[in-house]
């Protein structure tokens, strides 16, 4: 069955839904496979950008393997009404789950239903069988989403400038590309180590001290390169103009593969390069430094975001920032995006 | 029971409200009007249930406009 039978199919059994009516929110049940399908295509049409939420099954099966962790809110009738779900997405970490994907039917959002299902998630799932850490990217053009982070007891520990383009969300009015605040909690750690550029330390120091990580944590001037060569892999987000580069180990070709993802950046005429480094390597300091050689600047520390250590996220723009336009909530957030800012401008200034 | 102005902003810090708006919001006006939004309001609902052990239903929560609607309320039920 492709997709547009499975939409032919979903729009078969659309039924009107009574507003109003009580509802429970629950762990998924293979019964809602439907009604999520369904929830989907009422609120993205044909367009979410994941088909595999068209079908019933393919729902079924992500939530039996554990990739996907959905809560929905339900009707006595069986309709589902709200979802929302933990998602394994980017980390190479199968313990840190994207919290996401919250839609609710247009009939039930004057309810508490959103903020129920949010808390089902922190208190129920968050810390659960598997679920080691959880985070979000919240969009910065309004501050909705990011409003949900307090309540979830996250922490933001990033920024990533211009990361989406306008068009994503120009029902919402966004004007030119749209950053995202990550923000996070770690449930389940051990401790691991922490190599960070010096550079970084006021930052990174601001960062951990609401994270409530075991670090054992070394802030180091200079680095060598691993021995050997690097072990990265790439992720092209097409539609969004961003190269995404993920480094288990910066080694001695590090130099030579930076250069050709820059010129890819430029062939592409891509929007932003970002690169997260595995800071429980002490090689992350050494790309880091590369990467600042190169107009590189620090986008945040994301824990367990690599089985094995926090990602040292630092990112490079192809489009002027507005950072005026970035609207953020909470004085954590806004201080975090000084530190972002300034080491921005510093690049920026190296550059010119 | 007991039930202040004061206790409530306590409780809506608490429940992830920016203190800043807890901190300003005149009793008698809607507090949908004076900085809370619709994911502060049902937080702040749910925590004055939790905190004085009260049912406060959705429809009766969207009828409570003000925190002097919200002391009235729970000073009735937890009496």
């Known amino acids: 069955m492709d997709k547009a039978e499975a939409v032919r199919r979903i729009r078969a059994a659309m039924r ?9 929110v629950d762990f998924f049940r293979p ?25 019933p099954d393919r729902i079924i099966k992500a939530n039996e393997s554990g990739d996907v962790r959905t809560v929905v809110a339900r009707l006595d009738t069986g309709e589902v009404v709200g979802q929302t779900a933990l998602y394994r997405g980017s980390p190479p970490n199968p313990g840190l789950f994207e919290f996401g994907q919250m839609l609710i039917l247009p009939e039930y959002r004057h309810s508490f239903l959103a903020l129920r299902l949010m808390l089902f998630v922190k208190d129920r799932l968050a810390g659960s069988e598997g679920v080691d850490g959880i985070f979000g ?42 950053s995202c605040l990550i923000a996070a909690r770690v449930d389940c750690d051990r401790r691991r180590e922490l190599f960070l550029p010096g550079c970084y330390r006021d930052a990174m120091e601001f960062v951990l001290e609401d994270l ?83 107009g590189y600047f620090l986008g945040g520390l994301v824990p367990i975001w690599f089985a094995r250590g926090d990602a040292l996220l630092m990112q490079k723009l192809h489009v002027a920032p507005e950072f005026e336009a970035i609207r953020l909530f909470g004085e954590r957030a806004q201080a975090l995006m000084g530190h972002i800012r300034a080491d921005y401008e510093q690049a920026a200034a190296r550059s010119s | 029971m007991d039930v202040s102005i004061e206790d409530l902003r306590q409780i809506m810090i608490e429940a992830g409200v920016e203190s800043r708006v807890a901190l300003g919001l005149r009793p008698g006006e809607p507090l949908l009007k004076q900085g809370m939004d619709s994911i502060d309001f049902p937080a702040f609902a749910l925590a004055v249930e939790e905190h004085y052990g009260v049912k406060i239903g959705e429809k009766d929560a969207f009828s409570l406009r003000t925190l002097n609607d919200f002391v009235a309320f729970v000073s009735a039920r937890a009496a």
């Not at chain 1, 999520?36 to 068209?54: M, S």
């Not at chain 1, 690169?275 to 790309?287: I, N, P, T």
């Open chain 1, 16 to 24: 009107p839904v009574e507003p109003g009516r009580d509802y429970a």
């Open chain 1, 31 to 55: 019964e809602d496979g439907s009604g999520v399908a369904r929830l989907f295509y009422t609120i993205y049409g044909e367009d979410y950008p994941v088909a595999d939420y068209y079908f």
């Open chain 1, 137 to 178: 990217e919240a969009v910065c053009h309004h501050l909705v989403t990011q409003k949900m982070s307090p309540k979830m007891r996250t922490s933001p520990c990033g920024l990533e400038i211009a990361l989406m383009p306008e068009g994503a969300y120009a029902k919402e009015r966004a004007a030119g590309r749209v």
């Open chain 1, 212 to 294: 409530s990580l075991d670090r054992e944590v070394v802030f180091a001037t200079d680095a060598a390169p691993a021995s050997g060569e690097t072990s990265m892999d790439t992720k092209l987000f097409d539609f969004a103009g961003v190269l995404r580069c993920q480094v288990n180990e910066a080694g001695e070709d590090f130099r030579d593969k930076l250069e050709a993802i820059e010129r890819r950046a430029a062939e592409s005429k891509l929007a932003v390069v970002q690169f997260f480094l595995d800071a429980a390597r002490s090689g992350a300091v050494y790309g880091a430094g590369v990467l600042r050689e190169k």
